[in-house]
Each structure stands twice: as C-alpha cells, then as structure tokens.
C-alpha cells in the first residue's frame, strides 16, 4: 500500500480527474494523504492554460523533483501539461512519470510500478465521472473536448476528443451528489453547448437539464457551465424555457465572446460575429427576468489594433455583463495565434487597464439593481 498526495491546479475538470484518482488508487488499497510530507508518492495535476501558468507549474515541479529525489519519494505528473510538454517535462524532471487526462484511471499502474511510467495515449473512459468528496459545491463534468478550434488555445491539444457522458450517468452522478450533502451542482465541461453530439448525434444539453431536475430530488440548486455562443441558435429557446421553468437552475449563463471585433473573432477562429452574439444577448435578457450573463474577454490578440480594441470595449458597456473574465492574450505553444505577429507588453497592459476600468465602471451599474432587494440563497461553506 502506498500513501498518495495530489496537488491539482485548474479547472473543474482537473479537480474531477483529481477525484477519479483518488477513488481508483482508495479501491486498489492505497491510501490518499492531505501533505506531501505523510506520501510515498507525489502527484501534481497540471493546468497550462496560459504563460503564467505554465511557469507557475515548471516552478513548483522543480521544488517537488528536489524534494522527492532527496526523500526517496516518486513524483507523477498528470494533468494537460503532462499531455501537451512531455518531452519538456522529461528534462524539467526525467525521473517523473507522467500521466495524460486521458488515463487518469490508470494512476494505480504507475504508482504500483518501479519504473518510471509515460501515459500519454489513449481515449478516456466514457461515463468515467469523479465526484469532489466532501463539498457543499460540486461540479459534475457532463463533456470534455469541443468541435471548435480557436487559434489561441493550447487546452484543445490537451482534451482534443469530444466525450459526452450519457445523460443517465450525468444524472446518477448529481443524484450521488446531492445526497452526499451538495446544495450547488455545476454541470461542467469544456464547451456544455456540444454536449451529446459525439453520443446522441444532436446537442442534448436541455433534455439533460430536464432530466436532471426531474429526476432528482433534494434541496439543491444547478449552475450550467460555459456554452460557446456558435452553438446557442440551436439551443437557445430550450435554454430559455428551462430557465424560465425551474426553480432548481441559476438564471445564469456563461457565454464567452472573447472580443467585440468581427476582424479579431475570425483571427480567434471564432465561429460567429458580434452582431449574431448581440442577439443572443438581448433575446436571453428580453425572455428570462433578471438573468445574469458572464463572458470571457481577451485584449491584445494579435491583429487586434486600437479601433477592434475600442469596439470590444463598446460592447462591455453595451450589453452590461454580470460578470467579465478579463485576460490579456497570452502566446501558447501548438496554436495558430503563436505563429502572429504579436501585440507588445506595454499595449496589451495599457488594454487591460482600460478594459478593467470599463469593466468596474459597468459592474457598479449593474449591481445597484439588487439594491434593496430580497433573494433566497445558499451557504455553501
């Protein structure tokens, strides 16, 4: 038996694959432990969405290599790096294993084996879901991998097979969920709005939400995840009607728009123009009362000059999002975007503030609306 830490860095989806090799190593006799000092073995769940981030992860890699190989420990590394850097990662730590998201049911091998093990190949599991133990918020991955190929993502190389869970193990899975104390579930996934197209043959994202919260009993509230706006024409009047009909679903939607330019958009390999996503907007806020909206921005793609940057920041204050998750561009190896020319550091920070400032100015106007307010909610910690 062997005493198991993981450390997991990322998205939801990560924090899953953490869950699925904590049961298969417990169902193997091996026991997860909370510090890296109680392990025999180390395994760090890599996320490399971005530059920053990737450094954060080469850094903290070289701090565990020194302290396993001065303790006698093993060091994995699993996660999207582990997929997208491996032969990096065989000179950032050549004695590390490494474990693909893909096989994240196969952990067991390589923490049983002498050997250093290399993971890579493979498709994952189908209805293969991990559930976080222990929270009051659970995300459930419905999906991983998407139909779209945007020039700036490196994640697409890491999950690049769309897999949809059958919509009975999605709802097993948030049934397990809520009688093990959830009050929130996050259905979850790279791109929710592709959902059931690999398993079905059509998107089956509303039927599964019906299914859900017919289904499913419990005191318990269901956030949808993120939908690429290419995919809401199909979805939309379901989307509509579900969130017009359930108590049990946040009036919330996340749809990134990435920019407010045509140019930039087909630059992104974003399938879809300002105009068409405009609408969606508008008919959502139109048929669904006091529905929140999210989106994602990006500043200084390349190609992006002043006149794209301004009309991005022309639709922040246009549509008033709930929320915006602003990030300035950051060049990943693999992708289209890399081989640009790029936008200079000063320009892409000069962006960002003047994006952030739009952002905050549109945030106060909207948040001034709950105002005097009463609303039902749920402690979730």
């Not at 193990?169 to 259905?187: F, I, N, Y």
């Not at 929320?323 to 300035?328: E, I, K, W």
């Amino acid at each position: 038996m062997a005493r198991v830490y993981i450390e997991t860095y990322g998205c939801a989806l990560n924090k899953s694959d953490e869950a699925i090799m904590a049961s298969v190593l417990k169902e193997r006799g091996h026991r997860v432990v909370s510090s890296v000092e109680d392990a025999d073995v180390v395994v760090v769940n890599t996320c490399i969405v971005r530059l920053d981030t990737e450094y954060k992860m080469i850094n903290r890699i070289k701090q565990l290599r020194i302290y396993c190989k001065s303790t006698g420990k093993k060091l994995v590394i699993a996660g999207c790096m582990a997929k997208t850097h491996p032969y990096s990662l065989s000179i950032i730590a050549p004695e590390a294993s490494l474990v693909s998201p893909q096989n994240v049911d196969k952990i067991h091998l390589v923490v049983e084996s002498s050997e250093r093990l290399v993971l890579l190949e493979g498709a994952r599991r189908r209805n293969l879901i991990g559930l976080v133990e222990g929270s009051r918020v659970v995300p459930i991955p419905i999906q991983e991998g998407c139909l779209s190929n945007c020039s700036f993502c490196i994640t697409k190389h890491a999950r690049r097979q769309l897999l949809s869970h059958s919509i009975e193990a999605v709802v097993d899975s948030v049934r397990k969920a809520v009688e093990a104390g959830a009050v929130e579930v996050e259905l979850t996934g790279m791109d929710l709005g592709s959902y059931g197209i690999d398993l079905y043959g059509k998107r089956k994202l509303v039927e599964l939400i019906e299914r859900i919260v017919g289904e499913v009993r419990g005191n318990y509230m269901l956030r949808i995840g993120m939908l690429n706006p290419e995919h809401m024409s199909e979805l939309i009047d379901g989307i509509i009607e579900v969130l017009r009909s359930s108590r049990r679903i946040y009036k919330f939607l996340h749809i990134p728009l990435q920019s407010g330019s045509d140019k930039v958009l087909r630059l992104m390999g974003r399938r879809y123009t300002v105009d068409y996503y405009r609408e969606i907007v508008r008919e959502l806020k139109k048929s669904v009362a006091d529905i929140s909206i999210a989106t994602d921005i990006i500043v200084g793609h390349p190609g992006e000059d002043e006149e794209d940057f301004e009309e991005t920041l022309r639709i922040i204050r246009e549509l008033e999002f709930e929320r915006v998750h602003l990030s300035g561009y950051s060049m990943r190896p693999l992708t289209l975007s890399a081989s640009m020319p790029q936008i200079d550091t000063s320009t892409k920070k000069t962006r960002l503030k003047k994006a952030l400032e739009a952002i905050v100015e549109v945030g106060l106007k909207v948040r001034r609306k709950y105002l005097h307010n009463v609303v039902e909610g749920f402690v979730t910690e």
